[in-house]
Every structure is written in C-alpha cells, then in structure tokens.
C-alpha cells in the first residue's frame, strides 16, 4: 500500500515567517493530495488540495507544490499568524479514492 | 450546507463494554470513512463504506465493525472494549464515486474506555 512520510514533526516561526512542510509517497499511482490543518478539539480541515495534473496550487497565503517524478508534495504558508498555529496532515489517495493515506502530522507553533 | 456531524462527542466506557458511534454525512455524500486518531498513531484507516458496502478495511481486529444505511449515514461498533480504544473516532464524507473526491471531516467522537 501507500505509505506518505512527512516532515518535521514540529516546526516553530516568528510570525510574519513562511512555513514549509513536505510529504513523499511511495505509490506512483497516488494523484490527489490535500492538506488538513487539525486545531485542538476539532476535526481536520481541508485547507487545500492538489492533483497529479497539476504542479502548484495557491489559494491566498497558502500555497502546495507537487513534485511527480521525486514524489513528493509541500505545503507553504506565507506571512505567518498566530492563528496557523495547528497541526497539519498531509495526505494521498489514488484513483480509487476509497482510502486516504495520511502522513503523521507537522506541528506549527507561530510566535507572535 | 450542514458538515459531517458525529454523536456523540463524548464517551466514557468501561473496559468489556461495546459502543456504537454515529456519523452523517454532508448531504450528497456517499462515501464514509472513520479513523482512529492517537497521539502515538495519528490518523488510522478504519474502514471506508460506500452505497451501503464496505470497499476498504484497514488493520483493525474483528471487534471494529461498521455499517451503512441507505440515507449514507454510518455507524461503527466496537466491542470488548480495550483500554488501549481511548482515541478520538473521526468520520469522513466524500461524494465517492468516480474520485477521488475532496473528503471532509467531522469534530470527532472522544472515546475514553477506563
């Protein structure tokens, strides 16, 4: 099956700082890959996603950036605020879609 | 729209009991899926139903189990509780066919088992 190593495991910023995150797979069948942004006592959120069709995606602050040939798929947050403060999940599923595999989370902590 | 929602938010069982832990999905949504979250573990696959059938399982003991109806609500059971269950049991919902679709999470159940 897939199996998606992300890191780090925590990562801390001055506010104002970007925030870099990265995720490899191993199945070159995976083509769709979010990113969750999970905040003590709730679910993950999707914040944003990217498929295999595509290199780079941004929506406003954020952006991802996937890489098919090396496998593997980044996530940006610019011009931190102490409200990024989360853990992030990224995640891969192939075609199917029937199982997500997900990586094992990079705490941000932004310092105002 | 109204987002996935899960009942209840809390549980405490005690070691040998069962539970049984709802989701519905967003309207639309034909696919469910429920992980486990741990600290140690992050997000484990429980299992994923579509249309009432189980098409994915992940590695789980036979004492978790799930279902379907046909409105796409799910449920998932777990039986002879263990102390090592205490977790957070989210769903998933996605529209499910023809994907992969965006899959959008619920607050999660808080299962303590003392």
């Known amino acids: 099956g897939e199996n998606v190593e992300q890191h780090p495991s925590t990562l801390s910023v001055q506010e104002g700082d970007s925030a870099v995150i990265k995720c490899t797979y191993s199945?070159?069948?995976?083509?769709?890959f979010p990113w969750y942004k999970q905040e003590l006592g709730k679910g993950p959120q999707l914040i944003i996603d990217?498929?295999?069709?595509?290199g780079e995606k941004k929506d406003q602050r954020i952006a991802v950036t996937l890489n098919k040939t090396a496998k593997h798929f980044s996530l940006h947050i610019t011009e931190t605020q102490p409200e990024d403060s989360a853990v992030y999940f990224c995640?891969?599923?192939?075609?199917?879609?029937?199982?997500?595999?997900f990586g094992t989370g990079t705490s941000l902590t932004v310092i105002p | 729209k109204a987002g996935v929602t899960q009942t209840p938010r809390y549980l405490i069982k005690t070691r040998g009991q069962q539970v049984t832990l709802s989701c519905s999905p967003i309207s639309g949504h034909r696919s469910v899926s429920w992980y486990q979250q741990t600290p140690g573990q992050g997000l484990q696959f429980l299992f994923e139903?579509?249309?009432?059938?189980?098409?994915n399982k992940g590695n789980f003991p036979g004492r978790f189990s799930g279902r379907q109806f046909s409105n796409s609500r799910s449920e998932m059971n777990v039986s002879t509780l263990e102390l090592g269950d205490s977790a957070l049991y989210l769903c998933a919902s996605s529209l499910g066919a023809g994907g992969p679709y965006e899959q959008y999470f619920g607050p999660g159940t808080r299962l303590t088992v003392t």
């Open positions: 990217i498929r295999s069709n595509v």
């Open positions: 139903y579509f249309s009432e059938t189980q098409r």
């Open positions: 995640a891969a599923t192939s075609n199917t879609g029937n199982q997500f595999y």
């Open positions: 199945d070159s069948a995976s083509n769709y």
